[in-house]
């Protein structure tokens, strides 16, 4: 999909993103915790969403640092810079800005943070350039990209269900963005030193699969949803129902996600 249409896209998910399980807060803030603002410094969160990683770093650099969060989706933007002033978070400001051409000054933050967003961009390379450019030496970046997005019951039987509706539904359904990324060789190529590399696997439990259902409407899902004919979506919706159905348990529908974390460093800062 091209850069246009992904912030189209997530125009329509910015309203509700990411509910009941705040599956992206809580990797937001694994992300902030790996690249760990101290206080007083300036954070950039390029491609920032509702804030996944905005308020957590707002909080770590306190009110003598700033949190600037960018993104392509003018709803995405509205929506939090709502929640900015909603939370009273003075030290935050939200702005559109793509990601892969950053109108930041060279070297004006500590700390570069993007969630989640590098694996839906046409050109990566770019970003990841940017990203140096928008540090200071020695400033830090991370950055995360999904191994396997938040699935619930059984991931290979679920795969097979999106495949095999894809490809009756055509080659358009079918393209998938590039999970797994090398992300951390993302990083390196672009200049960064000392990347390092972490892999986690999460879990998070849906009310039922309603739930399930709902949130996987705010997130990339939905580029599939779209591309489906009305019948061959209700089709996939009741086949998935029923193969998530058995996998329910009294606590809810239990879900995973591995997720990918690269941290480098702008080379030239001090003792460097
Ligand atoms: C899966 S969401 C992740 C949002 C947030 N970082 C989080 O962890 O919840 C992907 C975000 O990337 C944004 N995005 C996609 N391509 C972008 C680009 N080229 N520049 C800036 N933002 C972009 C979307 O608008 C969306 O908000």
Same mark, same amino acid.
């Given at each position: 999909?091209?850069?246009s249409?992904?912030?189209?896209?997530?125009?329509?998910?910015?309203?509700?993103?990411?509910?009941?399980?705040?599956?992206?807060?809580?990797?937001?803030?694994?992300?902030?915790?790996?690249?760990?603002?101290?206080?007083?410094?300036?954070?950039l969160?390029?491609?920032?969403?509702?804030?996944?990683?905005?308020?957590?770093?707002?909080?770590?650099?306190?009110?003598?640092?700033?949190?600037?969060?960018?993104?392509?989706?003018?709803?995405?933007?509205r929506?939090?810079?709502?929640?900015?002033?909603?939370?009273?978070?003075?030290?935050?400001?939200?702005?559109?800005?793509?990601?892969?051409a950053?109108?930041?000054?060279?070297?004006?933050y500590?700390?570069?943070?993007c969630?989640? %967003?590098?694996?839906?961009?046409?050109? @990566?390379?770019? $970003?990841?350039?940017? &990203?140096?450019?928008?540090? *200071? =030496? !020695? +400033?830090?970046?991370?950055?995360?990209?999904?191994?396997?997005?938040?699935?619930?019951g059984?991931?290979?039987?679920?795969?097979?269900?999106?495949r095999s509706?894809?490809?009756?539904?055509?080659?358009?359904?079918?393209?998938?963005?590039?999970?797994?990324?090398?992300?951390?060789?993302?990083?390196?190529?672009?200049?960064?030193?000392?990347?390092?590399?972490?892999?986690?696997?999460?879990?998070?439990?849906?009310a039922?699969?309603?739930?399930w259902?709902?949130?996987?409407?705010t997130?990339?899902?939905?580029?599939?949803?779209?591309?489906?004919?009305?019948?061959?979506?209700?089709?996939?919706?009741?086949?998935?129902?029923?193969?998530?159905?058995? %996998?329910?348990?009294?606590?809810?529908? @239990?879900?995973t $996600?591995?997720?990918? &974390?690269?941290?480098?460093? *702008? =080379? !030239? +800062?001090?003792?460097?």
């Amino acid at each position: 999909m091209t850069t246009s249409a992904w912030a189209a896209l997530y125009d329509r998910c910015a309203d509700g993103y990411d509910p009941h399980v705040g599956h992206f807060a809580v990797l937001g803030r694994r992300l902030v915790d790996l690249v760990d603002p101290l206080p007083g410094e300036r954070v950039l969160d390029v491609a920032a969403g509702r804030g996944a990683c905005l308020f957590p770093a707002a909080e770590r650099v306190g009110p003598a640092g700033a949190v600037h969060g960018v993104d392509l989706s003018e709803g995405m933007v509205r929506q939090l810079a709502a929640d900015i002033a909603g939370r009273g978070t003075a030290n935050a400001t939200a702005a559109r800005m793509d990601a892969q051409a950053l109108t930041v000054a060279e070297g004006s933050y500590d700390r570069v943070l993007c969630a989640f %967003a590098l694996f839906l961009m046409p050109d @990566p390379g770019s $970003a990841a350039r940017g &990203f140096l450019r928008a540090l *200071r =030496p !020695g +400033g830090r970046c991370g950055v995360s990209v999904p191994v396997e997005q938040l699935m619930p019951g059984d991931r290979a039987a679920m795969s097979d269900l999106f495949r095999s509706v894809a490809l009756r539904a055509g080659p358009a359904a079918a393209r998938r963005p590039d999970f797994g990324m090398n992300a951390g060789g993302l990083l390196a190529e672009a200049g960064f030193t000392g990347v390092r590399v972490v892999e986690e696997e999460s879990a998070f439990v849906f009310a039922d699969t309603a739930a399930w259902w709902e949130w996987t409407w705010t997130t990339g899902f939905r580029a599939f949803y779209e591309r489906l004919p009305a019948d061959l979506l209700e089709e996939f919706r009741e086949r998935a129902f029923a193969l998530l159905e058995p %996998a329910v348990t009294r606590e809810g529908l @239990p879900a995973t $996600a591995r997720t990918r &974390f690269a941290v480098g460093t *702008r =080379p !030239g +800062g001090p003792g460097m």
